[in-house]
């Protein structure tokens, strides 16, 4: 059985570095050195599963999103538990696309602790578009570097009321969760789903603005705003 989050919460306040302490009580420093990580596997609420593709529709906003786990990995260092160690992470591809056409390519770092379940995020590449050209690469960031450090972007565990930092990147990416709501059931165009969870994201460097995501059982993301699934498919990795 893995370890409640609120164990991993307990445990990791006790052990915040100093002036580590996560703003409005949001768990901000883990103890990364009690993980063996998989770039490969699933929690209950989360799924890296390679070839995976998941596909969302706003209709009204004419906004679609793929989100696909690619094949390939990618290696990232930092230290940990005061030694350099190489993590081996999945990549969770988003292709963001608007009424005008592509808008935003991203590459999400991810793993998952062995012990915990719970889906560290290491980073991310972005691309931003304007007119199928490359214009900005506004809120990527990378643990290990410029005072980066790994996030939780979904636990093994869920407790309702739960706050941790997802992003850990003083001035660049800073977004932060709360476990707002549990057994919901949900009905979307890819199919019914019950015992799904929602997650309130926050973040410091944009006040006031907020995002609400639903995460059903054996899928993963079903709702991210006004995106609702409708498809669960598999997806040719992409280079280009």
């Known amino acids: 059985m893995f370890p409640t989050i609120a164990r991993l919460v307990l445990g990791a306040a006790l052990l915040l570095p100093l002036g580590a302490v996560a703003q409005a009580d949001f768990t901000s420093s883990f103890r990364l050195q009690d993980c063996r990580f998989l ?74 602790c062995e012990k915990t379940g719970d889906v560290f995020y290491f980073g991310e590449d972005v691309d931003i578009y304007e007119d199928g050209e490359v214009v900005s690469h506004d809120g990527a960031w990378r643990a290990g570097r410029n005072g980066a450090q790994p996030g939780i972007l979904m636990p093994g565990t869920f407790l309702l009321g739960s706050r941790y930092a997802q992003e850990v990147a003083p001035g660049v990416a800073q977004d932060q969760a709360e476990h707002s709501a549990e057994g919901l059931e949900v009905e979307t165009e890819a199919g019914a789903f019950r015992g799904c969870v929602e997650v309130t994201e926050t973040s410091p460097l944009d006040p006031g603005a907020e995002s609400t995501k639903v995460y059903c059982p054996g899928v993963g993301l079903v709702r991210d705003n006004d995106l609702e699934l409708v498809e669960i498919g598999e997806a040719e990795e992409d280079d280009d």
Request: proline share 4%; aromatic share 6%; glycine share 8%.
């Open 39 to 112: 770039a490969r596997g699933a929690n209950p609420h989360f799924v890296l599963e390679p070839g995976r593709q998941l596909s969302y529709e706003d209709e009204e906003e004419g906004e679609t999103l793929f989100i696909t786990v690619l094949e390939r990995k990618q290696s990232i260092k930092l230290p940990i538990g005061g030694r350099m160690r190489t993590i081996r992470t999945a990549i969770l591809e988003e292709r963001e696309f608007d009424a005008d056409g592509l808008k935003e390519i991203s590459k999400n770092f991810l793993a998952i």
